[in-house]
């Protein structure tokens, strides 16, 4: 049997980049692992991010995987580089879409939605140097715990409350484009879509998986054909975290 693609994410945000991964490499099988328990990253310290993605992610590596896909904006920019210096596998990250939200402002404004630690960190700081005209950052705070707790549904009360608090005290200047920074807020989008109507909602999903493709490419580990698949693992609370990702798996 081939060898797996390791996923992970702080929580069940992740969810969303293996509903594409899945899509998009029909013929991959992935393990997704969920750290539910500490979740969420984006309020801890840089180095408890780190500290905690080490420790989540040798669960995947004991599983011999092929490829390692970091889910997380906020782990990404807290151990990205890291991981890359030790480990002998390709190791995917993701950073906020404002690249291609750049290209879609047309003299509004960009929203770029993201949870405090990755706001911060010198990733997202080079990102506003190159492609930051006319972004303003917004620190997501509650919109994980929402998201996490299942509060998914467009007209969810709860989801719309954070959201409404996040973002309306942005909302009197034209919108052109909200960047889900968080791999979470992408379930999110269509309550989205209400509070910001006519922006374009940009994430770096796609842009992701597209790069895993490619780096299993060069490597000649690309599946072309048998039977793919998925394993969900959380790290604590299964019998509420399991059901939860298996319905964000079907939205």
Known sequence: MSRAIGMFDSGVGGISVLRDAVRMLPHERFIFYGD????????????????????????????????LVLACNTATAAAAKELRAKLDIPVIGMEPALKPAHFLRHGGQILVLATPATLHMEKFRHLMEQYGEGAVPVEGYGLVECIESGHVAPDDPQLLSVLHKLLDPHLDVKTDAVVLGCTHYV?????????????????????????????????????????????????????????LMEKLMSL
């Open 36 to 67: 539910n328990q500490n979740a969420p990253y984006g309020v801890k310290t840089q180095c408890e991010i780190l500290n905690c993605t080490q420790r989540a992610i040798q669960t995947l590596l004991e599983r011999n995987v092929k490829a």
């Open 187 to 243: 379930f999110a989008r269509e309550a989205l879509r209400r509070i910001v109507p006519g922006a374009a909602l940009v994430d770096g999903n796609e842009g992701t998986v597209r790069q895993l493709t490619r780096r299993l490419g060069e490597n000649g580990a690309l599946e072309a054909e048998g039977e793919g698949g998925y394993e969900l693992h959380p790290s604590g609370g299964e019998s509420v975290y399991l059901p």
